[in-house]
Structure formats: C-alpha cells, structure tokens
C-alpha cells in the first residue's frame, strides 16, 4: 500500500513542507530498513494522526540523512542501518519534532494533557527517552511515573482507534 499525501494531516504537512516525493521516499526508507511488514510499515499506512506522527518522524529523519549521503535509499540494509547509527542525531531530531506533534493532536482531540516524557516511554524505547533528555532540546521533558507512562499509552491507544474509524469514513 502506497503512503498517500492525501491520507495523512494536512495542516502537519503544509507547515512542514512535506512533498510526495518526500512521502515516497519516507516509504522506501522504512520499507529498506524494516520491511514492508513492519510495525512502522503498517502504523504509517493507515494515515491519519498517529500515522503522520511515524510518518513526520520518518521524514524528518531522512531530510537530515539524504543531505549526508543522498544515495542512501539505494544503500544495503545493512550500510542503511549503520549509517543510521552513525548519524543518530537525524533520529533525535525526529524525535523532537514527532513527540510535540503527538502532544499537540492529543490535545485538540481528546483535550487531554500529556507530557512528552511519558509519550515517549509509552510509545518507544527507554534509550529513546534518554536520547531525548539528554539532548539539547528546546522542550519541557520529565521523568515520568509509571501512571503517567501507562495513561500515556491509553490515549495513544484512543488516538490509534480515532484514526481507523476516520479511515472506514466514519468521521
Ligand atoms: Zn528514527
């Protein structure tokens, strides 16, 4: 299944600048470096707020990397994952622009409060979070109690079902 520009936040994609050209490639990449069965994969296609929150993410990600080695989307996995290592600042700086983004529809949808720290641990790794606090980033970042972690986690979980049932039309 394709990413469409026409699934995803517009309002997101416009303040980005994001492009389909930038979509497709963000495609390539997640197939390149999770496959086309992944987790990433599947959460992306869907559209909507949590998929552009992944997809956000993943574009972020790779303007930062195609500027250091534009070939990379034709790399092995294997080199495409070690340049990624390498280069884990491109994905710190996802990081900060996708966990903002996911507070920020929370929000509007569900008018619900959430901190970016519980965000993170409830939606990616604890070596996510670290990364995350130990950068130089420009937000509010706490250590949070497992009740926030997991009342994070159910309001991603609302936010996953709000968008399919916007994907069956039943907006
Ligand atoms: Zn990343």
């Not at 990433?40 to 993410?57: E, K, R, V, W």
């Not at 990600?61 to 092995?76: A, I, M, N, P, Y």
């Not at 409830?122 to 950068?135: C, E, G, M």
């Amino acid at each position: 299944m394709p990413f469409r520009l026409a699934d995803f936040d517009r309002e997101v994609l416009a303040e980005h600048g994001i492009t389909q050209q930038e979509i497709e490639n963000a495609r390539r990449y997640v197939v390149l470096l999770q496959g086309a069965n992944s987790q990433t994969y599947a959460d992306i296609s869907g559209g909507c707020y949590y998929a552009t929150s992944g997809l956000l993410h993943e574009v972020v990600e790779l303007r930062v990397l195609l500027k250091r080695d534009r070939w990379l989307l034709v790399r092995s996995r294997q080199r495409a994952n070690k340049f990624l290592q390498d280069n884990e600042d491109a994905h710190v700086e996802a990081l900060q622009v996708e966990y903002p983004y996911l507070q920020r529809k929370i929000a509007e949808i569900f008018g619900a409060r959430v901190g970016i720290g519980e965000l993170v641990r409830a939606n990616a790794s604890k070596w996510d979070f670290d990364r995350l606090f130990n950068s130089d980033l420009d937000l509010p970042i706490f250590f949070p109690t497992d009740a926030e972690i997991e009342r994070a986690w159910m309001l991603l979980e609302r936010l996953k079902r709000f968008d399919r049932s916007k994907e069956h039309g039943a907006q």
